[in-house]
């Protein structure tokens, strides 16, 4: 049988009310240094655990944060999640990852869904369309964080790519490189990054967008393949992953210099062919967008997170490319 706050009263010999005070640190509790120890004493002995689910109801909150993600079979987002609720539970709250495909209607329906949950507030980490749902978010001022996107109306926590971008980008003419193929999704910063920076040191920059599906996806990395780019900038660890392997079993030839976005560490992205890795800073990410929202649940003003992602040149290359199953990628 639980212990209630009546059975710590009752045992310290003082009102529910006082201790309910003593737990919320309510400075109307005022009490003699002796209560204050003897509820502290009881507390302790009838090792009293306060209920999460009557605090929720006094304040009027349901106690958890939602999380809305892409798959969960993808790496970065089962490590992006796995990592959300390590520190939401820190925080005192509970996650509900509500996952979907990406795709305005999909993204929608799952936030949609979470709302009627009514968790204290969202992670978003996929890209918020305008429209019905975002409208009635921004004029309820509900406490969401949109994840690696800029907003001018929510609140969000991005990577600052620039100086890594800055640092590639010099690499690059360093070893004697005067134009760049950039390969990147839909939604990506890096081009308005890249291209003035590209255009700062007297170098080229050729943009090439990448497709969600597998095939399509081989199908262009071919063709860039086949004109054999000797500058490779990739936004995207699955592009990356594809391209190599393709460069490895129809391209043994082609040695470009390339430059990948990518969280993994793992032997295969310390490829040879990669001179530097741009890392995202995911465990800062999540750390400071967990705390960022649940701060702004409780009430505070909080602005937007901007994390410096990491540049990582290529220090010990390992050739080895390892099996889709050792890297449980699938796309």
């Not at 760049?180 to 003035?196: D, K, N, Q, R, T």
Request: aromatic share 8%; charged share 25%.
């Amino acid at each position: 049988m639980s212990i209630t706050l009546k059975d710590v009263a009752k045992e310290a010999e003082v009102s529910v009310s006082l201790v309910s005070k003593f737990l919320n640190a309510d400075p109307s509790g005022r009490m003699k240094e002796e209560t204050r120890r003897r509820i502290a004493d009881t507390l302790a002995r009838l090792n009293y655990r306060p209920s999460p689910l009557a605090r929720s109801l006094k304040l009027g909150r349901s106690g958890t944060i939602g999380l809305v993600i892409s798959n969960l079979r993808d790496p970065y987002f089962a490590l992006f999640a796995d990592r959300c609720l390590k520190e939401a539970k820190e925080a005192g709250f509970q996650l509900l990852i509500s996952p979907c495909e990406f795709g305005r209607e999909a993204e929608e329906e799952a936030l949609e869904s979470l709302l009627e949950r009514r968790p204290d507030g969202i992670l978003y980490g996929l890209h918020l369309f305008p429209g019905r749902i975002a409208e009635r978010l921004a004029a309820e001022h509900y406490p969401i964080l949109l994840i690696d996107q800029k907003s001018d109306r929510f609140q969000t926590a991005y990577r600052d790519d620039a100086p890594a971008l800055q640092a590639a980008i010099a690499l690059f003419r360093e070893r004697g490189h005067r134009k760049i193929m950039l390969i990147h999704p839909e939604y990506s910063l890096w081009p308005e990054v890249a291209g003035p920076e590209c255009h700062k040191a007297g170098m080229e920059l050729e943009c090439r967008l990448t497709v969600p599906g597998r095939e399509q996806r081989l199908t262009l990395l071919r063709e860039l393949c086949c004109r054999k780019p000797s500058a490779l900038l990739v936004n995207g660890w699955h592009s990356a992953y594809a391209l190599l392997q393709l460069i490895e079993r129809e391209f043994p030839d082609y040695e470009p210099d390339m430059v990948i976005d990518c969280f993994l560490e793992h032997p295969f992205f310390q490829n040879r062919r990669i001179i530097a890795r741009i890392d995202g800073d995911q465990p800062t990410l999540v750390r400071k967008s967990v705390a960022a929202l649940t701060a702004r649940i409780n009430g505070e003003t909080t602005g937007n997170i901007v994390i410096p992602s990491l540049f990582r040149p290529s220090v010990s290359p390992v050739p080895d490319i390892p099996n889709e199953q050792e890297l449980f990628l699938l796309s």
